[in-house]
């Protein structure tokens, strides 16, 4: 089969419409690392997802309390923020979703008894808890969700605020530059997919913060300077055709983003499978 007809059947498989929906055939994606195949360096995913958990969460709670005494409620008018929010929602249910699967009684199982290493990669029934595949479970789908959004706006947003305020402190480098870092990085350690159709799920969120922004306009709303917008490039009062232009330019620098995210995962998916050649991958293809 030429590589171009497989190119073509692979697009118009990720390209259907099932693949909008949050569906996928292993659970195991959203639990483990592809990179570590046994229960116990998996350890070693569980704490790293812990840790990235207490240290962003601690920032938040920061970053929260300092913003709420100087500037208010008028904190949570922005990106920024919002990012960073959702940035920590994941964490925290990539912590529960994680925690749960590891920690499941039937782990205890003969199959670890009598093997005391087994595979997170076989294709034996009765490996890694009698459970190779099978529909997600809403904590899963959750968590997919979550990652999607909130890894590709951490990207997202970082670059922005470098390009339009590069104001450097402490407070800048972890929700305008860490979390962005990690958030890459996180990509390529986790075993969660990218769908090229979950972009709709990063333009939803990111259409509904503009929505947010023109009825912050609308009803009189003030950012922490007096004006009558949040950013001065959303100012619907002076040029609402060039508003609009950079509204329609944001959603496409969203996707984007979201291109750079999915063909990340395709060469981790490579990576990953390459190495688990002689055994099955931790993501399926499909």
Excluded at 87 to 94: C, H, I, T
Excluded at 245 to 272: D, E, K, N, P, S
Aim: glycine share 6%; charged share 10%; hydrophobic share 45%.
């Amino acid at each position: 089969m030429s590589s171009r007809r497989c190119w073509t059947e692979f697009l118009q498989s990720e390209l259907h419409y099932s693949n909008l929906f949050l569906t996928h055939n292993d659970w195991r994606a959203f639990s483990f690392s592809p990179w570590l195949t046994t229960w116990r360096l998996q350890l070693l995913y569980l704490t790293y997802r812990w840790v990235l958990l207490l240290y962003f969460l601690s920032w938040l709670l920061v970053v929260t309390i300092q913003g709420i005494s100087g500037v208010g409620s008028k904190f949570f008018i922005y990106l920024t923020n919002w990012g960073f929010i959702v940035w920590n929602a994941y964490l925290f249910v990539a912590v529960v979703s994680t925690t749960l699967n590891f920690c499941r009684t039937c782990c205890v199982s003969t199959d670890l008894v009598e093997h005391n290493e087994p595979s997170l990669h076989c294709t034996n029934s009765s490996c890694c808890c009698g459970i190779t595949s099978g529909n997600i479970t809403w904590k899963e789908k959750i968590h997919w969700a979550l990652f999607t959004i909130s890894t590709e706006f951490a990207v997202s947003i970082s670059i922005l605020f470098w390009i339009y305020f590069s104001e450097f402190n402490l407070y800048s480098l972890h929700v305008h530059m860490i979390n962005g870092i990690v958030a890459i990085l996180d990509l390529w350690i986790t075993g969660i997919p990218i769908r090229l159709l979950h972009v709709a799920y990063v333009l939803l969120f990111g259409t509904i913060y503009i929505l947010f922004t023109g009825l912050y306009y609308i009803f009189n709303g003030k950012n922490i300077c007096g004006n009558r917008f949040i950013y001065p490039m959303l100012d619907y009062g002076s040029n609402l055709g060039a508003v609009s232009l950079l509204i329609g330019y944001t959603l496409g620098y969203l996707t984007i983003v979201h291109l750079i995210f999915f063909f990340q995962y395709l060469a981790r998916h490579w990576i990953t499978s390459y190495i688990h050649r002689k055994t099955e991958p931790l993501i399926s293809a499909n």
